[in-house]
């Protein structure tokens, strides 16, 4: 059974920094399709950033080149950093993971209880 456990999010000026953390359950990191979802309210879901157990990664078009997905499988960690931060990133934001890689985040298979991120 998986366990992911989001924290890291807060409120931030535009233009500025987070890194939300995820602490996985043993071998999930490297082992599972991991990423992040947001929530946004009134909008639809959308998959923000995506890692596979050989380390590649994907990215939505909007942040791309402002936030960077990795993991550490040492720690069983799964970071997401997110720079020069706008108002639209405001929402919750989900840790997930799943052993099938090819479906929207949003989908898979195990979750986080989410963090917040408010940026204004």
């Known amino acids: 059974h998986v366990q992911l456990v989001e924290s890291g999010g807060g409120s931030v000026q535009v233009g500025g920094s987070l890194r939300l953390s995820c602490v996985a359950s043993?071998?999930?990191?490297?082992?599972?399709?991991m990423g992040w979802f947001r929530q946004i309210p009134d909008k639809e879901r959308e998959g923000v950033a995506g890692?596979?157990?050989?380390?590649?990664?994907s990215y939505a078009d909007s942040v791309k080149g402002r936030f960077t997905i990795s993991y550490d499988r040492v720690k069983n960690m799964m970071y997401l950093q997110m720079n020069n931060l706008k108002p639209e990133d405001t929402g919750m934001y989900y840790c997930?993971?799943?052993?099938?890689?090819?479906?929207?985040?949003?989908?898979?298979?195990?979750r986080g209880q989410g963090t917040q991120v408010t940026v204004s």
């Open positions: 997930v993971a799943d052993s099938n890689c090819d479906m929207p985040k949003y989908e898979y298979g195990y």
């Open positions: 890692i596979e157990s050989d380390g590649s990664t």
């Open positions: 043993d071998d999930t990191i490297g082992r599972y399709c």
